[in-house]
């Protein structure tokens, strides 16, 4: 007789508890405690099952991949998928995951892989109309519309097994070995579970997509994402056209690499050179704007920086950031006032990234203050400057990585000078001038005053 144990389990962090509360005690979240009931096996229903222990010397060869000959996506998944692995792919609704998807499905199936496409929230009819309007009829891609994930692992592993499973999405999968409702924390593990086991085993690659929740969070428990081999995050705003694929985690390629996207009328398009189009829209000559040299991954990127500061009739003043930090905005509004003498206690801050991209990077410090000592003076910055260095508590502008390839980048789109750290000691392209700063203080001073920092050459005795 098998014996049921009742517990609750959270549905945002995953701990489990004897008795229901309110509060969770492990992740501090309210009401996400929910009665689920796990089977406890005997302890003689299964044997020990031997296998072979290797010596850590040997023959290792690189893990064979599969290019999809989306160029975008296989950078981001470092080249393409591993066979075997098992990718997580997060993004909010309506943001193109099951468009992306699709058209990745349809690449692996034109290069003649056999490409399997299990939906549990849309039947094979809807996957079919959204294919004729992506014009990808002609690929031999596989549907169909499944639930279970026993019969799903039955399925696939008669007669030739897939290259490429879509599993849309892992909150509808349910398994028999657990007791638990679809898209339950334990439900979701479980699943997961046993596709992982699939993939193993078979040497498919597999890729679910996960739903997120509220605050952008892949819904469900965070031991998903270490059980998988990457967790990629499509990411993007409803109003821009732009669309980020971004890996977060990915145990075969590079982390927070990015994969720029455009949604058109007939689906995504590729972006080959992001910088220039999230630069395509500037406006030159207007104050408050600066242009950022960073890097997302291996890649340089060049984008805006909009900052707005104006008067406040409010007691407390209003700091709103899009695609930033709002700590690391704070953090720079106290090193303004703290070290250069500026002021912005009364003045609501307005801060944007252009295009929809989320910068993370520290590097971004200085072109942002100079965006908002730019708005706050009036001051337009030149139109032909790249900015980039992080902001020290001190004041003090220190260097960053990769400068010669965010120098190569900015020349490469018609940009004449950079705004770097004095400590950043690299020789500037043919043509390119370097203006170097120590502090903070000498940026507000230079744009405050004319908007031109006065530029001085690095040469190669200097460096």
Avoid at 38 to 56: C, Q
Avoid at 116 to 136: F, K, M, N, P, T
Avoid at 184 to 192: I, K, L
Avoid at 290 to 297: D, H, M, Q, S
Wanted: with cysteine; glycine share 10%; proline share 5%.
């Amino acid at each position: 007789m098998v014996a049921r144990a009742k517990n609750y389990v959270c549905q945002s962090c995953g701990a489990a508890a004897a008795r229901w509360s309110g509060r969770c005690d492990a992740c501090g979240a309210w009401n996400t405690l929910v009665e689920e009931g796990a089977a406890a096996a005997p302890r003689s229903a299964r044997k020990g099952r031997l296998f072979v222990i290797e010596p850590l010397q040997g023959q290792t060869l690189e893990a064979p991949r599969l290019a999809a000959g989306i160029a975008e996506f296989d950078r981001v998944t470092g080249g393409g998928l591993v066979r075997g692995s098992v990718l997580l792919l997060g993004g909010d609704p309506g943001i193109g995951k099951s468009t992306l998807l699709l058209d990745v499905a349809a690449a692996y199936a034109r290069n003649g892989y056999r490409a399997v496409y299990i939906s549990g929230e849309e039947a094979v009819a809807q996957v079919r109309l959204r294919a004729e309007r992506l014009g990808l009829t002609d690929a031999a891609v596989e549907l169909a519309a499944e639930t279970s994930v026993e019969d799903i692992v039955a399925t696939l592993s008669q007669g030739r097994v897939p290259q490429l499973l879509v599993i849309d999405s892992i909150q509808t999968m349910w398994t028999q070995t657990v007791d638990a409702a679809p898209g339950t924390v334990t439900q979701v593990r479980g699943s997961a579970g046993e596709l992982i086991r699939f993939a193993k085993r078979s040497g498919a690659a597999v890729i679910l997509v996960g739903h997120v929740t509220k605050d952008g969070q892949i819904a469900g428990p965070r031991v998903v994402e270490h059980m998988v081999d990457a967790v990629l995050s499509f990411e993007g705003e409803g109003s821009q056209q732009f669309r980020i694929l971004r890996a977060i985690k990915n145990r075969f390629g590079p982390t927070d690499e990015i994969g720029v996207f455009e949604m058109t009328g007939t689906g995504l398009r590729e972006v080959a050179n992001p910088s220039e189009l999230f630069l395509s829209e500037r406006e030159l000559g207007s104050a408050g704007t600066a242009v950022f040299a960073g890097i997302e991954g291996t890649r340089p990127l060049l984008v805006e920086i909009q900052a707005l500061v104006a008067p406040t009739t409010l007691g407390t003043p209003r700091r709103a950031v899009v695609g930033w930090d709002p700590s690391r905005l704070s953090m720079v509004l106290a090193v303004l006032e703290a070290h250069c003498g500026i002021r912005l206690s009364g003045h609501d801050v307005y801060l944007n990234v252009a295009g929809g991209l989320r910068i993370s990077e520290p590097a971004a410090d200085v072109a942002a203050a100079a965006a908002l000592v730019s708005s706050l003076a009036h001051s337009p910055l030149p139109a032909d400057a790249v900015y980039f260095g992080e902001v020290s508590l001190s004041g003090a502008v220190r260097p960053v990585a990769q400068t010669p390839a965010r120098l190569k980048e900015a020349q490469k789109l018609g940009f004449a000078r950079a705004i770097v750290p004095d400590a950043a000691r690299s020789d500037a392209p043919d043509g390119f001038k370097l203006s170097t700063i120590a502090t903070l203080a000498d940026l507000a001073g230079d744009i405050a005053r004319d908007g031109t920092p006065t530029p001085r050459r690095i040469g190669p005795k200097e460096a």
